[in-house]
Nanobody
Framework: EVQLVESGGGLVQAGGSLRLSCAAS????????IGWFRRAPGKEREAVTL????????YYTDSVKGRFTISSDNAKNTVYLQMNSLKPEDTAVYYC?????????????????????WGKGTLVTVSS
């Protein structure tokens, strides 16, 4: 059974930093895309960032470019999201998700077709 467990959320002041972690277990896929989505209060869920297991290519939504960084530690089966210069509009529940993809697939594929597995989320609150 695939499990994704997020941690690291919390309350931070605007301009501060947080690092989210996603511990993945139960899958041995060779090719996948893994990353972070978020749902802000009253808004639809959006993709924040993804990373490909095959070539480490990344995707970032425009609003977080230059502030957020995704990374992975394959030995620990963990994906991280370093969030700097946080803004009140970053307040949301952040979800880790993984999608099975064909080798060397473009990250637009899982963004279009959707993710296969989801964590339960961790809340990030940025105060002004």
């Amino acid at each position: 059974e695939v499990q994704l467990v997020e941690s690291g959320g919390g309350l931070v002041q605007a301009g501060g930093s947080l690092r989210l972690s996603c511990a993945a277990s139960g899958f041995t896929f060779d090719d996948y895309a893994i990353g972070w989505f978020r749902r802000a209060p009253g808004k639809e869920r959006e993709a924040v960032t993804l990373i490909s297991s095959s070539d480490s290519s990344t995707y970032y939504t425009d609003s977080v470019k230059g502030r957020f960084t995704i990374s992975s530690d394959n030995a620990k089966n963990t994906v991280y999201l370093q969030m700097n210069s946080l803004k009140p509009e970053d307040t949301a529940v952040y979800y880790c998700a993984v999608a099975l993809i064909a080798p060397n697939s473009n990250l637009s594929i899982p963004l279009y077709y959707g993710m296969d597995y989801w964590g339960k989320g961790t809340l990030v609150t940025v105060s002004s």
